[in-house]
């Protein structure tokens, strides 16, 4: 094995000090399987990082990627293009929900959330609505780590270290509730009340007309998986149409497959102003993330500006880089030709069943499906929080050679589409064996 000098990456939401002392490295990737550093065959149970979702380097992604980076490594999209943009905008808006079909791209979900509000305050303004400034977002939310992520997001550890942020946000409350919907299978059946929440709270506490924008993860991945109650995501929509204010569904998780459709929003059968997405889009092979908007946004930020003046003032050096756009362009086509969305769809009963085995295990609390993505919540160990599950993610990766994902004491698996029935059965089976092994301590 090499030897590796790890002091000087700083790693970013990782106990730095803790990993170094015993490194845990990834050296290759190949469909399911990932290569640990000493060699072994890990099987990936998080797609990575919620994002291969066509399984790891897939020929034909890695084949676009080499060819165009030999052929145009790079074109600016400030008052310059190449074709590949406007392609990857194209495929994108294919598989969109009817009419959200104009595509701001950028380099992840962060870029990407932060663009969508950018986007939600300069449409209002442009309609002569500046009042509407303000943004909802929910607790417990991941909208990634920007200024704007960070202020709507409501995850407290990814905020206390940092002040105040945005100024005019509020928050409602996330719809988990274990006491009443534990281990329900896919969408629970109460709390779509839950959503009357924001009308209750604009009414009460703010104008209605000074809301721009309230968004929202279909599915809360990052925070551990809160599957919204049935009904809950309709209601919120409605009273947004109600008072006028954008939703936006923030799909870096939910898109691309995972869900069983393309989007969360078809799954849930809501159509969002606007839909971030990013990871799935490329297979995660080379960063990107873009917003998809409904053309009334758009077209009322063309209108606002005189036709040789600039409409909207964003964007990002690697906007629609090619090699992304290349990745993104071959993504699309692998998720079409190999029917993944499809796949995961078929395969997401398999996966429940697997997923609710687990149950009689004494130190499990709760656990959430919906379409290839689950969490299951643990009994945090006495006085000592996020350590059970932490345990159960070493033993997996050290003695199972399986890769799980933990956030505090939930576990949160999301393969890759292309799992297979025996690699669902070896999943759970190596992560039951880790769960008993980790019950008495
Ligand atoms: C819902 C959601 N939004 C935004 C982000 C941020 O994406 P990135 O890490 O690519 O900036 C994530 C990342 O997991 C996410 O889950």
Redesign the pocket.
């Known amino acids: 094995m090499r030897t590796i000098n790890t002091e000087h990456f700083w790693m970013p939401f990782t106990a730095n000090r803790q990993f170094k002392a015993k490194p845990r490295l990834l050296s290759a990737a190949q469909g399911m399987y990932y290569t640990s550093e000493d060699g072994r065959q890990i099987l990936d149970g998080t797609a990575g990082?919620?994002c291969v979702n066509a399984g790891h380097n897939h020929p034909k992604i890695v084949a676009a990627i080499q060819a165009q980076a030999a052929t145009l490594d790079f074109a600016p999209t400030f008052q310059m293009a190449h074709p590949l943009a406007f392609e990857a905008a194209t495929a994108l808006v294919e598989i969109a929900p009817e009419g959200l079909n104009r595509v701001f791209f950028c380099n992840?979900?962060?870029?990407?959330?932060d663009t969508a509000l950018k986007i939600a305050l300069a449409y209002h303004k442009a309609r002569g609505d500046a009042g509407r400034f303000r943004f909802i977002g929910r607790e417990r939310a991941?909208?990634?780590?920007g200024f704007g992520?960070i202020s709507v997001g409501g995850i407290a550890g990814n905020r206390k270290q940092f002040g105040p942020a945005l100024s005019g946000i509020d928050h409602l409350k996330h719809p988990l509730n274990i006491a009443i919907n534990a281990f329900s299978k896919g969408q629970p059946e109460s709390g779509a009340e839950l959503a009357d929440e924001l009308e209750a709270r604009i009414l009460a506490l703010h104008d209605p007309s000074s809301i721009a924008a309230l968004i929202v993860?279909p599915i809360q991945?990052?925070t551990g998986v809160i599957i919204p109650p049935q009904g809950y995501l309709i209601r919120l929509s409605q009273i947004c149409q109600k008072y006028g204010i954008l939703l936006i569904f923030?799909e870096?998780?939910t898109g691309f497959g995972r869900l069983g459709t393309a989007f969360g929003a078809d799954y849930f059968d809501v159509t969002p102003d606007m839909i971030?997405c990013?990871?799935g889009l490329s297979n995660a092979a080379v960063?990107m993330?873009a917003v998809l908007v409904k053309q009334m946004i758009h077209d009322g930020l063309m209108q606002a500006a005189a036709p040789d003046q600039i409409e909207f003032f964003h964007g990002y050096t690697y906007s629609a880089h090619p090699l992304a756009c290349a990745a993104a362009i071959a993504t699309l086509e692998v998720y079409r030709e190999e029917k993944l969305f499809e796949r995961a769809a078929q395969m997401s009963p398999y996966f429940e069943q697997a997923a609710h085995s687990l149950r009689d295990i004494s130190i499990v609390k709760d656990i959430r499906n919906c379409g290839l993505v689950c969490g299951i919540e643990l009994e945090p160990q006495t006085g000592r929080s996020t350590t059970r599950a932490y345990d159960v993610f070493e033993k997996c990766f050290w003695e199972k050679n399986v890769l799980i994902r933990t956030t505090g004491d939930i576990i949160a698996l999301s393969p890759p589409l292309i799992i297979s029935k025996s690699e669902i059965d070896r999943l759970f089976s190596d992560l039951r064996a880790a769960l008993l092994e980790c019950t008495n301590t």
């Not at 992840?108 to 959330?113: I, L, P, R, T």
């Open positions: 990082l919620w992840d979900g962060s870029e990407a959330v991941y909208h990634g780590v992520g993860e991945g990052s923030d870096v998780i971030i990013a990871k960063p993330g």
